[in-house]
């Protein structure tokens, strides 16, 4: 089964706690949190404090997805403000082994992030090192985009990456996942779903969770 990280960046920011207690008492697994800058990303989202806020009453996982230029000078504070997992863009970590390792010394998974235009390549020397890659499949900056088709691709060379290397690293796929293109991501190897606007536009916020959570490879 995949693991379900609904994304909070399509819930509704006038009424957080509601949707906070919709995904506790759901089938997700846990909680993705996109922080952006308006410099790395065209779009200025949320940062610590309302994460710290949001862990009060979360009970599931935070996966924190840094879209920021220099997140490194951040790390201490993310951790603190109750980040599981923290992933960095590979595009603005110039010393990318050390920022993993920074991560991993405050007690948290370490996840790197790939915009569509980087190749799962570049990630071959450090892919034991790596926790989680969240793997774009939209320019980031905005939910509800539309999937590129290039990602199925990626997720396969990745997948082969992680096996011949023997590493335990999970891929995320972020980025315009609906209930018609979930099954063939995962088929193709993801491990892990994001999805906003999928969860939080459907009728049924909590059946659509369920719903993805039960596809079969
Ligand atoms: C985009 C963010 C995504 C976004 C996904 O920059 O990284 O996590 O919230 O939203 P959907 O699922 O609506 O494409
Ligand atoms: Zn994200």
């Not at 996109?34 to 610590?48: A, E, K, L, Q, Y």
């Amino acid at each position: 089964m995949p693991i379900i990280a609904p994304s909070m960046l399509s819930a509704n920011f006038l009424n957080l706690e509601k949707d906070i207690e919709m995904i506790n008492n759901s089938e997700a697994d846990w909680f993705h949190l996109d922080v952006m800058d308006g410099r790395f990303v065209p779009n200025i989202s949320f940062g610590m404090s309302i994460i710290a806020a949001m862990k009060k009453k979360a009970t599931k996982h935070f996966d924190v997805h840094l879209m920021i230029l220099e997140p490194e000078k951040y790390f201490e504070e993310f951790a603190k403000a109750g980040a599981d997992t923290l992933s960095v863009h590979y595009e603005v970590s110039p010393h990318l082994h050390r920022s993993l390792q920074v991560i991993k010394s405050l007690g948290m998974k370490a996840g790197v992030a790939i915009n569509p235009a980087t190749p799962v390549q570049l990630l071959e020397d450090v892919i034991v090192d790596i926790d989680l890659v969240c793997m774009m499949s939209v320019n980031p900056g905005f939910g509800g985009q539309k999937f590129i088709n290039q990602t199925m691709h990626k997720i396969r060379s990745l997948k082969k990456m992680i096996k011949d290397s023997g590493a335990n690293t999970l891929i995320e796929i972020d980025g315009g996942v609906t209930m018609e293109n979930a099954h063939g991501i995962i088929k193709a190897g993801a491990d892990v779903l994001v999805a906003g606007n999928t969860v939080f536009t459907a009728p049924d916020p909590a059946d659509t969770i369920k719903r993805l959570k039960h596809l079969e490879k």
